[in-house]
């Protein structure tokens, strides 16, 4: 593969539109796994999915021009999937399973266009949103993300020179070879990248998985990115997200119905999945309420993927749940992806190693860790905690509780009736970076 110069890349940004998001498979596989779901079962669906900056301290729109926001998402809903993209989704061999996509659904990926958005200014930040049926909307997540991080990268690196930029990018790239050699050193380390939505930028994300290919080897098990993982021959990683849940409780027509809509979703992606794609996401309404209330059947799944409680903290509670059940955590697997970087990858190996299976996606810290690398002290590399949820279905509010509750979304109104159905416990507020 040939690589661009990141630094003679980024000084050129000098034509009218640098395009950001340059194919619809620069997304993360679990979104298209998920929006294959949604089409198959909730196409009357409609929900809105929106912008939200946790790092409220940041006032994203005085960074970031409007204008060359507008352009870069117009500039998105003018992409399609292409006939290589489609015959190597239809081709590939994706956890060991031929066609995991349906004809009928690569047919309809054939003809996808992302759905308008609106876009406005609010005190500081960007209020921006996406209407449309489910399979639509959802398929706005990831480029949008990728778009407002990029620009803030940009906007940031504005006014540097060729050396400058040259400078910078060789001390990021030193960095993360640093922490390169420090994972050499695990034996056994399962590792995937998870860096698109928060990307420095898509070049970034490039270089940074090339880098693991070489620098870990067969301990690099693949990138969340399918077009990094179709362009780098790479395994695509993914499973599924808290918008599942969040949109089954919002349509259910009954309390009794909200409690069981996490185990709902479960029950609709065994359907459409089997083996290693069954790990489970339990934090969306709290872990302590998921395990109290879970069937039998959940224990039978491969393993869980612990999202919001400090990685320990959620493992341990996970295999404690296990051995009540008469499971060996051993047979089973653990796959931490919250906010991880190679400090707390090492702690949470030392800590579970040989005694559960482990798996480690690493996301921002990986691909947008540039902070203190420019030749001046530059504000605006730091990453920021900028996620795009799901805030409405068929009209109703959405919920997500999380196990820390400076991750949750919703009305007030709609986290206190969560709250009252699901509980509090085992939910502690701790500090977002990203």
């Known amino acids: 593969m040939i690589f661009t110069d990141i630094a003679t890349r980024t000084y050129n940004h000098g034509w009218r539109l640098d395009p950001i998001v340059r194919s619809l498979l620069d ?13 198959g079962l909730y196409r009357d669906v409609n929900v809105t999915f929106s912008l939200i900056n946790r790092t409220t301290s940041v006032r994203i729109a005085d960074e970031i021009d409007e204008g060359e926001l507008r352009a870069q998402l117009d500039h998105a809903r003018t992409l399609r999937f292409t006939k290589k993209e489609l015959i190597w989704l239809a081709g590939n061999s994706f956890y060991g399973r031929q066609q995991i996509f349906a004809p009928d659904f690569l047919a309809w990926l054939a003809d996808f266009q992302l759905p308008d958005y609106e876009l406005e200014k609010v005190d500081g930040q960007y209020r921006l949103n996406f209407h449309g049926p489910w399979a639509y909307a959802s398929m706005w997540e990831i480029p949008a993300l990728a778009i407002v991080n990029e620009l803030r990268s940009r906007a940031a690196l504005k006014g540097l020179g060729r050396f400058s930029l040259d400078v910078l990018y060789a001390r990021a790239k030193a960095r993360l070879w640093e922490k390169l050699e420090r ?6 380390l399962r590792l995937s990248d998870f860096g698109t939505r928060r ?14 290919k070489e620098g870990l080897g067969s301990a690099f098990m693949g990138t969340s990115n399918v077009l990094l993982a179709m362009e780098h021959d790479l395994e695509a990683i993914g499973t599924n997200a808290h918008e599942l849940p969040m949109v089954l409780a919002a349509l259910a027509d009954t309390d009794a119905e909200r409690r069981r809509a996490p185990y709902k979703v479960l029950e609709d992606w065994r359907r459409y999945y089997s083996g290693n794609l069954l790990v489970v996401l339990p934090d969306t309404f709290g872990t302590e309420a998921f395990l109290e209330q879970a069937p039998d059947w959940v224990a039978d799944w491969t393993g869980f993927r612990p999202d919001s409680a400090p990685p320990v903290e959620g493992g341990e509670r996970i295999m404690a749940w296990w051995r009540a059940r008469g499971i060996d955590p051993a047979a089973k697997l653990l796959v931490f992806s919250d906010g991880m970087d190679v400090e707390a990858i090492e702690e949470t190996y030392h800590h579970f190693n040989g005694r559960v299976r482990l798996s480690f996606g690493w996301g921002t810290n990986l691909t947008n860790d540039l902070a203190g690398c420019a030749t001046d002290d530059r504000p605006g590399l730091e990453p920021i905690s900028l996620v ?3 805030t409405q279905a068929n009209g109703r509010p959405t919920v997500k509780l999380s196990d820390n509750p400076v991750k949750a979304t919703g009305t007030p109104e709609a986290i206190a009736h969560y ?3 699901f509980g509090s416990r085992g939910r502690v507020a701790r500090q977002v970076r990203v």
């Open 199 to 212: 990307r420095h930028s898509f070049l970034w994300q490039n270089w940074c998985i090339a880098a693991l």
């Open 183 to 188: 994972l050499r050193g695990l034996p056994d």
């Open 27 to 39: 997304t993360d596989f679990y979104k298209l796994l998920m929006v294959q779901m949604i089409w």
């Open 388 to 390: 795009c949820k799901v």
């Open 419 to 421: 709250l009252s159905l």
